[in-house]
C-alpha cells in the first residue's frame, strides 16, 4: 500500500485525449458512473491499494461522457482501460483482489499494446 492515498484524476470528454497523452508511466483509467456499486468498490480498493505498476488512477463519469464510452467500446461497468506513457495499451480483466490485479497488470503490461477501439 503507498505511503499516501492516492489522488483520482477526472477526466471528461473535453481533456482525456489532451491529459492523458501527457501523463507519464502507466495510468488505470476506470470508467464507471456513481450509481454503480461495483464502480464505487474498485474506486475504493485502487484508491486504498495502488498497484506498484500504476502511476495514475483516472475516472471517467459515463453518465457525463457518453462519446468517450462509444469510443471505447465501454458497454459494461465497470470497465478498466490501461494506458502507458498516455498511449492505450488495453483493458483489464481481473477480479477485485489485489494478488489478481497485479497479476493481471503484469501480464497485460508483458503483452504487445493493444490497438485502440
Given amino acids: 500500500m503507498p505511503a499516501s492515498t492516492p489522488v483520482w484524476l477526472t477526466l471528461d470528454e473535453f481533456d482525456f485525449h489532451h ?23 474498485w474506486r475504493q480498493t485502487l484508491s486504498q491499494w495502488q498497484p506498484a505498476a500504476l502511476q495514475q488512477l483516472a475516472y471517467v463519469d459515463v453518465q457525463q461522457c457518453m462519446a468517450l464510452a462509444h469510443q471505447y467500446d465501454i458497454f459494461h461497468l465497470p470497465t478498466l482501460l490501461l494506458f502507458v506513457d498516455g498511449h492505450y495499451h488495453g483493458q483489464l480483466h481481473s477480479p477485485l483482489q489485489a494478488q489478481a490485479i497485479n497479476l493481471a497488470l503484469d501480464t497485460l503490461l508483458a503483452a504487445p499494446a493493444a490497438e485502440e477501439p
Fill in 19 to 41: 491529459r492523458l497523452p501527457a501523463l507519464p508511466g502507466n495510468t488505470l483509467v476506470l470508467f464507471g458512473q456513481p450509481g454503480c456499486a461495483a464502480c464505487r468498490s
